[in-house]
């Protein structure tokens, strides 16, 4: 892809690779679709990096101007899907 990820400098390498990996499975939901489980275990590691909700939203926000993308809607989708199914957003 070609932009770039909405990333806070305060944050360490690991916590940018896992928000990154939160944001590449939120792609891949759009593509070709991901594991349930799985998507929601990336998830839970992305919030406890961005526990705030306002933050979250900020966050999402930018990358869905600069991707299209919807985390939001990816997660939603995600959460609303039978254990063990993979989910894709169309």
């Known amino acids: 892809m070609?932009?770039?990820y909405p990333i806070d400098h305060d944050w360490s390498t690991e916590e940018i690779i896992d928000v990154i990996s939160f944001f590449?499975?939120?792609e891949q939901a759009y593509d070709k679709g991901v594991d349930r489980?799985?998507?929601l275990e990336i998830y839970r590691r992305f919030k406890e990096i961005v526990p705030?909700?306002?933050q979250e939203r900020n966050i999402c926000r930018e990358f869905e101007e600069v991707s299209g993308f919807s985390s939001y809607?990816?997660?939603k989708t995600v959460k609303e899907?039978?254990?063990g199914m993979k989910v894709k957003i169309k």
């Open 24 to 26: 590449q499975k939120v």
């Open 37 to 39: 489980d799985q998507f």
């Open 81 to 83: 899907a039978e254990s």
């Open 52 to 54: 705030g909700k306002a």
């Open 73 to 75: 809607r990816t997660v």
């Open 2 to 4: 070609e932009y770039q």
